[in-house]
């Protein structure tokens, strides 16, 4: 077969075409595996949601429990609580976040944790403590473009002493709180 000639070129071409049609349809028929659904992404996917869903619902923004060293005042008046530094003062210690910063003694702060000794009112570790917490806000507040808002939560035991409670105010307010909001447990009586 020569392709030069007229007929056989035709014919040549035709064996070409069809080879290149069996290629083609060889091609088309090759089974290709079919995807696998991964069901480890899957159950990433569902626990981080879950985790988020469990962390934005809860029920209030602070958890304040009562103890025998922690009884609080009791109040008439009912508002949610907000989102803030808790500073609780219990009858041995005072605690910034449930960490404890500092001990006490019979309702008092050793004069030894105090700036200016016995009559001083800044208490070092808490103010150290609650400088941290402020800077941390801060830095939230400049990446959310949120201003900075120095709210604190003040938990006292029913019987602390209010020299204690005016030392807690003063550091928190040397350390840049500015607002506070004192937290009372329902179930007072009415006069």
């Given at each position: 077969m020569d392709p030069n000639t007229p007929g056989n070129a035709s014919q040549v071409d035709a064996i070409w075409a069809a080879k290149r049609q069996a290629k083609k349809?060889?091609?088309r028929m090759r089974s290709t595996p079919?995807?696998?659904?991964?069901?480890n992404s899957l159950m990433d996917a569902f626990t981080i949601i879950l985790c988020f869903l469990l962390k934005s619902f809860g029920?209030?923004?602070?958890q304040i429990r009562e103890s025998d060293d922690l009884k609080l005042p009791r109040s008439?008046?009912?508002?949610?609580?907000?989102?803030?530094?808790?500073?609780?003062?219990?009858?041995?210690?005072?605690?910034?976040?449930?960490?404890?910063v500092a001990d006490l003694r019979n309702g008092a702060v050793d004069e030894?944790?105090?700036?200016?000794?016995?009559?001083?009112?800044l208490i070092n570790p808490l103010f150290d403590s609650l400088k941290e917490k402020v800077q941390h806000l801060k830095m939230i507040a400049?990446?959310?473009?949120?201003?900075?808002?120095?709210?604190?939560?003040?938990?006292?035991?029913?019987?602390?002493s209010y020299r204690l409670v005016?030392?807690?105010?003063?550091?928190?307010?040397?350390?840049?709180?500015?607002?506070?909001?004192?937290?009372?447990?329902?179930g007072g009586k009415a006069n």
């Open positions: 349809d060889k091609r079919r995807p696998k659904l991964l069901i029920s209030d923004p602070v008439t008046s009912v508002q949610p609580l907000e989102d803030a530094i808790v500073i609780a003062i219990s009858t041995k210690a005072i605690m910034v976040q449930d960490i404890k030894s944790m105090k700036r200016d000794g016995q009559e001083g009112l400049a990446r959310t473009n949120q201003p900075f808002e120095g709210k604190a939560l003040v938990v006292a035991h029913s019987g602390t005016t030392e807690v105010l003063y550091t928190a307010g040397q350390a840049e709180f500015e607002k506070f909001k004192f937290v009372a447990a329902e």
